[in-house]
């Protein structure tokens, strides 16, 4: 009998993944322990060729990365990163341990796989800010990383920082072709993989995946809205900061006729008000819209500011109560919810704050809503080295 | 290239979340199991008949399944320490 960290007794039996075990003692795949609570600050990982081919062969037998092309982190490589942080920061300052593994957090490790990813070296910062994020317990990461729905991290980007290291906001910002977008979303992903353990089967028990888990981060086109940067409307002013939001792939929602802005609206409503999200069956779970620009201007010009928009979701993304106790016997709804008849429209979400509005993409009719993983909340956090 | 040393990208592991070793099932004889429920379907009916075929095979005695919030969740603290309180081995299992 051992301790867990809690404190409390545990004995831990056979082996959850495949059942198997051989004379009534087992290991975990992959639960090998390889050194005491200090931060890895050694290249000690001997490579005799660099060659990008071998480098993915040797990258791939140990179990590291995403299955694409990485780039060797080598000390220069890293150490570059790290050079491009203000003075007086401790690189090996451990910052967190991630869920499932445990994996301990310096910005070493950050920019290791910041290097693997294709990252520019003044970019680190966002992916520090990002992993500050999903490490606060709200976020639930241990669930977003070991369930079986596909979530992945969301990273939204926003402020000065968007143009100053070159992410995209405008056209096509949700990828592909734009180096800062794409690395920095890998490099994230990467640290989920490495430093996390989300790896599918062992501590990632998605059932399908999602596109997503590769690479998943956007910005905030401040510029093409109308209303105030979104991290304002979450207590944060900063001149720059990063937003997670754990959730499913971009929905997409179209409306080229744009005739009027309630009908914009009850499109983008239409879109949320759906059973298959785990957003129906957890009430609390946020929906995040992301509106095009022309969207947004529509939206604004009918006089419309952004809690507006929020309150006409909570008010028009609606289904009959008996759909939703139909649908679903395990549930996570508000009490006033619960006591609801069949025939009264129950919001896909309890509040007009669980709909969270703000802008990016470029020219054109469209938008988009990212659905929840359900069990967690988003984390806006003010960018920092 | 000439051979070089290069990052883990894994860092290292905190030793207090690092999964608890295991023990032989023999171990078990004369000691509770309880199970935990993660709330989803099925899971009470698998863990009860799992529980009963552990404890008659350890020599153990069987104190049944209480269940968890939701299985997104970590498990509830006064839930965790009626467990403890309830049996020297907790019986669970992750997703559907």
Known sequence: MSERFDGSPATTIGTPETGACEEDVCALPGAEVDGPAIAVTQADVPLADDDPEAFLE?????????????????????????????????????????????????RRTLAVNAVMAGCRPETLPVLTTAIRALARPEVNLRGVNATTHPVAPLLIVHGEAVDALGFNAGLGAFGPGNRANASVGRALRLVMLNVAGARPGAGDASTQGQPSKYAYCVAENATGSPWAPYPVS???????????????????????????????????????????????????????????????????????SREAVQQFFFEHARLPMGRFRRAFEIAQYADWEEALGDDDPKPIARGADRFRVLVTGGAGKHSCVVPSWGMTSSVTLPLEA | MAPTDIYSPEGSVDPNAAPTPLVPVGALAGKRIVALDNGKTGAARLLQAMGEALAERAGATFVGVHQKQTAATPCEPDLLERLTSEAEVVLTGTAD
């Open chain 1, 234 to 304: 979450c207590g944060v002013d900063a001149p720059s900061a990063v937003t997670v939001h754990c959730g499913e792939n971009p929905h997409n929602v179209q409306d080229h006729e744009c005739r009027s802005a309630e009908i914009t609206l009850e499109l983008l409503a239409s879109t949320m008000t759906t059973l298959g999200s785990n957003n129906a069956p957890v009430s609390s779970a946020e929906w995040f819209v992301f509106l095009g620009p022309e969207h947004a201007v529509l939206i604004a010009d009918a006089g419309h």
């Open chain 1, 58 to 106: 040797f990258a791939e037998a140990r179990g590291w990365g995403d299955g694409l092309p990485l780039i060797p982190p080598t000390p220069e490589r890293v150490d570059r990163t790290l050079e491009s942080l203000p003075p007086g920061i401790d690189p090996d300052e451990v910052l967190t341990a991630l869920p499932p593994r445990g994996g301990l957090v310096t």
